[in-house]
C-alpha cells in the first residue's frame, strides 16, 4: 500500500466512538465495545497500546486490519473451538454474541522473546509454573510450546499466574482450565500451521475465552492479530538467531523497542513520548503487510475520512441514536 495514501490519511484515524445506545458501553485498550440486548458491537478503532497505556497517536487503517484478521482467524479455527462472532458489518466493526469472560488470559509460548525474554534473562527459569531449560537465549525456540496465562487487569499490568495458582485461588475449575487450556494448545499449533505456509513463524499469542449463554467455552476477543501475537519472518529466523541479531518481526514488539529507546517502559514518573508521523506510517505498513501475508489478498481500505458516520449508517439497525 501506498505510503503517501497513510500520511494522507493521518488526520482522519477511528481515535474513539461516542454512540447513543440503549445498552451499555466500555472503553478498552483497543477497542469500544456497546452491550446491546444480547449481542456486543466491537469496534476496533485506531489505538495502539504498549506497556499497558494507550499510545498519543493513532495509526491508519490498524482497527480495519485488526478486524480483517480476526475474522479471518476466527473462520479458520471455528472447528476448533467455537467462538462469538456473528457478523462483520463494517471494516472496523465485529457483531459478536455476549459471552461471560473468563478472568485468564491464555498466552501460548513457542519461543522465548518478548515478556518471556525479559524475565529469563533476569535469571528466572520458571514461568508460570512451566520450567524453562538452561542456555537459551533470545528467540530461541521453546522444546515444546508453553502455556504461560496471565490475570486481566483493569488497571495496570497483567500478572503472570500459574496453572496451580488458578486452581487454589478458585479463579477457575479443574474442568473449565484443562479444557481451555487444550482448546488454546491446539489454536496456536493451527496458527503455526497456516503462518508457516506464509512464510512467517507464530512466536507467541494470547487467547481469551468466555462461556456463552448455554455454558459452552467460546473464543472471544481476537485471534493472532498483531496486537495480540508476534511474528517472525521464517526466512531469516536462522540466520539472524546464530548471529545473535534482532529478528525481522511482524508484530508490535517493533513499537515496544522504540518506546524503551525513548525511555518509556510504562514505569512510573515516565513521560509518554510522542510517535513521530514517519514511525506512524511504519506501523500501519507492517499492519497492513501483517494481513496480506496471512490473508494472501492485497488489503483494501475503506478511505473514508469520516469513519465514526460511516459506522454509524451501517449500523442503523442495531445502533439506538
Known amino acids: 500500500m501506498d505510503r503517501d495514501i497513510i500520511q494522507e490519511h493521518l488526520p482522519y484515524t477511528l481515535r474513539e466512538t461516542h454512540y447513543k445506545t440503549k445498552g451499555t458501553f466500555y472503553r478498552g485498550k483497543v477497542r469500544d465495545t456497546y452491550l446491546v440486548d444480547d449481542k456486543l458491537i466491537l469496534i476496533a478503532s485506531d489505538r495502539i497500546s504498549a506497556f499497558d497505556h494507550i499510545l498519543n497517536q493513532s495509526i491508519p487503517f490498524k482497527g480495519q486490519v485488526l478486524n480483517k484478521v480476526a475474522a479471518y482467524f476466527f473462520d479458520s479455527t471455528k472447528d476448533i473451538?467455537?467462538?462469538?462472532?456473528?457478523?462483520?458489518?463494517d471494516p472496523n466493526v465485529t457483531i459478536a454474541k455476549a459471552c461471560n469472560a473468563l478472568p485468564i488470559e491464555f498466552v501460548v509460548r513457542g519461543y522465548l522473546a518478548g515478556h518471556a525474554?525479559?524475565?529469563y534473562k533476569q535469571g528466572i527459569r520458571?514461568?508460570?509454573?512451566e520450567p524453562l531449560p538452561d542456555g537459551l537465549r533470545q528467540n530461541s525456540k521453546l522444546p515444546t510450546p508453553i502455556l504461560t496465562p496471565a490475570t486481566k487487569a483493569q488497571e495496570g499490568h497483567d500478572e503472570d499466574i500459574s496453572r496451580a495458582e488458578i486452581l487454589e485461588r478458585e479463579i477457575l475449575d479443574k474442568e473449565t482450565l484443562d479444557l481451555v487450556s487444550e482448546k488454546a494448545l491446539q489454536l496456536f499449533?493451527?496458527?503455526?500451521?497456516?503462518?508457516?505456509?506464509?512464510?512467517l513463524i507464530l512466536v507467541d499469542t494470547k487467547y481469551e475465552f468466555g462461556k456463552d449463554n448455554q455454558g459452552n467455552i467460546t473464543l472471544i476477543d481476537e485471534i493472532h492479530?498483531?496486537?495480540?501475537?508476534?511474528?517472525?519472518?521464517a526466512e531469516t529466523y536462522q540466520d539472524l538467531y546464530e548471529k545473535n541479531l534482532p529478528q525481522r518481526q511482524l508484530s508490535?514488539?517493533?513499537?515496544?523497542?522504540?518506546?524503551?529507546?525513548?525511555?518509556?517502559?510504562?514505569?512510573?514518573?515516565?513521560?509518554?513520548?510522542?510517535?513521530?508521523?514517519s514511525f506512524v506510517v511504519e506501523i500501519s505498513m507492517r499492519y497492513i503487510e501483517l494481513y496480506e501475508k496471512l490473508a494472501d489478498s492485497p488489503f483494501v481500505p475503506d478511505l473514508s475520512k469520516n469513519p465514526t458516520q460511516r459506522i454509524e449508517n451501517n449500523l442503523q439497525s442495531i445502533l439506538s441514536t
Open 225 to 233: 492479530t498483531p496486537d495480540s501475537s508476534r511474528y517472525f519472518y
Open 126 to 129: 520458571v514461568l508460570c509454573g
Open 81 to 89: 473451538v467455537n467462538n462469538h462472532i456473528l457478523s462483520v458489518p
Open 117 to 119: 525474554w525479559r524475565v
Open 189 to 199: 499449533q493451527r496458527g503455526s500451521q497456516m503462518a508457516r505456509e506464509k512464510g
Open 252 to 277: 508490535k514488539e517493533f513499537v515496544r523497542e522504540w518506546l524503551m529507546d525513548n525511555n518509556f517502559q510504562g514505569l512510573e514518573n515516565q513521560v509518554l513520548p510522542d510517535l513521530p508521523d
